[in-house]
């Protein structure tokens, strides 16, 4: 019988990539790593790795040795849950990975629901954005992401992944007070609005982020070609360089975590005004005791902002 902690090896090196990053996450020297897959090419009697350049990839024995050891993982997953929901009081870690306005504006109220119904659960939340935190959901990394997904811009899940939508996030135009005094025409058309903005500097998320592909096909949809002087994913920066008069920003309500807004806010045209907020799981796991709860103090904690999807 081949040995599981040398499968479960094999399968890290297919999601990560290399040997350093397979050593890295499981806090393991790269020559373990090596050496304990030599044993099971052993064991299993066939070379499973090849040399390509200075990296290595899975042969075609190695990648049916990852697809029974995913199977064998899954079955693993569900005992887990089976005794889980056997017991009358859920323990044990469970393990989120978030993006920043979810973490602020969602996350907190639900670990205090979470404290309240299931004190013995240990919760361990990692803020990263969802095209990290996503693939490693399949790595097992984590138990459960919180992601987002842009209007017109829907990004194909993992492999292996389960999605639940949580709730609807409107997005807006803020602009800086002094920019939003130069319309006169009292509740412009959005469209006019965003063209009006054409000449300013803005602020937007990296080059690569769905966000980013989503702001600028608003831009140029209305014409323009935005000016972006400013990058970042921190939109709480975002909302700070409109508040201050250096940018005109696309902010999403969740940003503001309920509060009143501290800027002019206008709607962007229908069918382009929100994001959908979502959580993912892997594949089998939306059953688990603790992921069903932690899923029901998340709707809890969006009713008050935006309400569930």
């Known amino acids: 019988m081949f040995d599981l902690h040398r499968l479960r090896l094999l399968r890290e090196l ?23 897959l030599s044993l099971l090419e052993s064991e299993v009697g066939v070379p499973l790795l090849e040399p390509v350049g200075r990296r290595v990839r899975l042969t075609e024995q190695a990648e049916i040795l990852v697809e029974h050891t995913e199977a064998v993982l899954r079955r693993l997953e569900q005992a887990e849950a089976d005794i889980a929901t ?43 954005e969802p095209e990290k935190a996503l693939p490693a959901l399949v790595a097992r990394d984590f138990d459960l992401v919180v992601a987002e997904e842009y209007p017109g811009h829907p990004d194909p899940l993992p492999a292996g992944t389960e999605r639940e939508d949580l709730c609807e996030d409107t997005l807006r ?36 982020t769905p966000a980013r592909h989503w702001a600028m096909t608003q831009c140029r ?21 409109v508040e201050q008069g250096h940018a005109v920003a696309f902010l999403p309500d969740l940003v503001r ?31 688990h005791p603790a992921i069903v709860a932690c899923r029901q103090a998340l709707r809890q904690a969006a009713e008050p902002i935006g309400g569930t999807a």
């Open 14 to 36: 297919k999601h990560r990539g290399t040997l350093a990053a397979v050593a890295a996450a499981l806090s393991y020297s790269p020559s373990t790593v090596s050496q304990q």
């Open 221 to 241: 949809d209305a014409g323009f070609e935005p000016d972006v002087r400013f990058e970042s994913t921190d939109l709480l920066l975002h909302q700070r360089l």
């Open 86 to 128: 056997s017991l009358t009081e859920l323990t044990g870690t469970l393990r989120i990975a978030t993006f920043q306005t979810a973490a602020l504006a969602l996350v907190p109220a639900a670990l205090t629901g979470l404290r309240d119904t299931h004190p013995r659960l240990r919760i361990h939340v990692t803020q990263t």
């Open 257 to 287: 975590s309920g509060h009143a807004p501290t800027v002019p806010l206008t709607p962007l045209p229908h069918g382009r005004g929100s994001r959908k907020i979502f959580t993912a799981v892997r594949g089998g796991r939306g059953g």
């Open 173 to 208: 135009l803020a602009r800086p007070r002094a920019f939003a005094t130069r319309d006169t025409a009292h509740g412009a058309r959005p469209g006019a609005v965003l063209r009006a903005v054409a000449e300013d500097p803005w602020v937007m998320e990296p080059e690569g």
